[in-house]
């Protein structure tokens, strides 16, 4: 990860009151080469990448009432500096916490960088934690406070270059719990309008299951049981008419790695919330297709019907296309 630019402003409101919010700016922005500074950032963007608890969206159309993306796209157009983006930003997101009672506050990270040669922002809100350390003359143990990223209140990250292409879900955001939403005032800030096409979503799913089993080389009957262990977990969620937890079915794929999925995941940039209801159309591809009887057994991937293996239900027939090699040899031999 290299990191192009970073800031951290406070802003704070008391709970239950709305008008008085304030803004303490950083006057600089952070020495990216500082250790204490690449630790900190180095661990946000890795919290972020690592919950499983996101959810995925575009910006509203209308820059006025959602004027974030405007910002954003001066700073990368190069109409103002990485400072004077983040001190705009922090104005809307005053204006939109004086509309949320509950909200107050904290201090937010804005961090550019780049990660597989992408450019990345990634905007989180962050609380303080009390903690303890040692004074290396007297060796005494005093107090001090953390920044908290391992409980993230409020985040977000735009995948710069998505954005650009009009490729959609360029937006991921962090939610608090599964099938929550983020605080709506965090989520007007940044002018979210989030995906929910359950079908799309369920491909998503698909094709991360496939990619996933795909680069760890698995042999084919190892990547068919984490395909059925994953179509028989939506067909359970779909009977119970609940939503899936990705969290739950990481684990169901890779009990002793359960995040390995996930990382799988968001290393390729893929789609996938937390939670949805999966729809069976896109997921039952996941299940093969077989029988036998004393004499035959067929099995093979359900997405090859219709195209190598074309199926006459009047006359109870299999038309088999394209021969696996191996099997066209052994019947040319005889």
Same mark, same amino acid.
């Given at each position: 990860?290299?990191?192009?630019?970073?800031?951290?402003?406070?802003?704070?409101?008391?709970?239950?009151?709305?008008?008085?919010?304030?803004?303490? +700016?950083?006057?600089?922005?952070? #020495?990216?080469?500082? &250790?204490?500074?690449? *630790?900190?950032?180095?661990?946000? /963007? $890795? !919290?972020?990448?690592?919950?499983?608890?996101?959810?995925?969206?575009?910006?509203?159309?209308?820059?006025?009432?959602? +004027?974030?993306?405007?910002?954003? #796209?001066?700073?990368? &157009?190069?109409?103002? *500096?990485?400072?004077?983006?983040? /001190? $705009? !930003?922090?104005?809307?997101?005053?204006?939109?916490?004086?509309?949320?009672?509950?909200?107050?506050?904290?201090?937010?990270?804005?961090?550019?960088?780049?990660?597989?040669?992408?450019?990345?922002?990634?905007?989180?809100?962050?609380?303080?934690?009390?903690?303890?350390?040692?004074?290396?003359?007297?060796?005494?143990?005093?107090?001090?406070?953390?920044?908290?990223?391992?409980?993230?209140?409020?985040?977000?990250?735009?995948?710069?270059?998505?954005?650009?292409?009009?490729?959609?879900?360029?937006?991921?955001?962090?939610?608090?719990?599964?099938?929550?939403?983020?605080?709506?005032?965090?989520?007007?800030?940044?002018?979210?309008?989030?995906?929910?096409?359950?079908?799309?979503?369920?491909?998503?799913?698909?094709?991360?299951?496939?990619?996933?089993?795909?680069?760890?080389?698995?042999?084919?009957?190892?990547?068919?049981?984490?395909?059925?262990?994953?179509?028989?977990?939506?067909?359970?969620?779909?009977?119970?008419?609940?939503?899936?937890?990705?969290?739950?079915?990481?684990?169901?794929?890779?009990?002793?790695?359960?995040?390995?999925?996930?990382?799988?995941?968001?290393?390729?940039?893929?789609?996938?919330?937390?939670?949805?209801?999966?729809?069976?159309?896109?997921?039952?591809?996941?299940?093969?297709?077989?029988?036998?009887?004393?004499?035959?057994?067929?099995?093979?991937?359900?997405?090859?019907?219709?195209?190598?293996?074309?199926?006459?239900?009047?006359?109870?027939?299999?038309?088999?296309?394209?021969?696996?090699?191996?099997?066209?040899?052994?019947?040319?031999?005889?």
């Amino acid at each position: 990860m290299d990191i192009v630019s970073s800031i951290l402003h406070k802003i704070h409101k008391d709970s239950k009151q709305t008008k008085v919010v304030t803004i303490t +700016p950083r006057k600089s922005l952070f #020495d990216t080469k500082d &250790t204490a500074v690449i *630790d900190l950032l180095g661990g946000a /963007v $890795s !919290a972020f990448r690592k919950t499983s608890s996101k959810g995925y969206a575009v910006f509203q159309k209308s820059v006025i009432a959602y +004027p974030f993306s405007d910002q954003l #796209d001066k700073y990368l &157009t190069n109409s103002c *500096d990485f400072m004077a983006f983040s /001190v $705009s !930003a922090m104005d809307i997101l005053k204006a939109q916490m004086t509309k949320e009672a509950l909200a107050t506050g904290g201090y937010i990270l804005f961090c550019h960088y780049k990660l597989n040669q992408s450019d990345f922002l990634l905007i989180m809100q962050l609380k303080i934690k009390p903690g303890t350390g040692i004074d290396e003359i007297t060796l005494d143990v005093m107090e001090n406070i953390n920044l908290d990223i391992d409980h993230l209140h409020e985040a977000a990250r735009i995948n710069v270059a998505n954005w650009r292409a009009a490729d959609g879900k360029y937006i991921s955001f962090v939610k608090k719990a599964s099938n929550s939403q983020p605080t709506k005032y965090f989520r007007d800030f940044i002018g979210c309008d989030e995906f929910e096409d359950a079908k799309a979503q369920t491909n998503e799913l698909v094709l991360a299951v496939e990619g996933y089993c795909d680069n760890l080389k698995l042999t084919l009957e190892q990547a068919n049981e984490i395909k059925e262990k994953v179509f028989f977990y939506c067909e359970e969620k779909k009977k119970e008419g609940q939503p899936i937890s990705l969290a739950a079915l990481a684990t169901r794929i890779n009990e002793k790695d359960p995040t390995a999925f996930i990382k799988y995941i968001d290393d390729n940039l893929l789609a996938v919330p937390d939670s949805f209801d999966p729809i069976k159309d896109a997921y039952k591809h996941l299940k093969r297709v077989g029988g036998k009887d004393k004499d035959l057994t067929i099995n093979f991937n359900r997405s090859l019907l219709g195209k190598r293996v074309v199926y006459d239900k009047v006359k109870g027939e299999l038309l088999i296309k394209q021969l696996p090699q191996e099997l066209k040899d052994e019947l040319d031999s005889n």
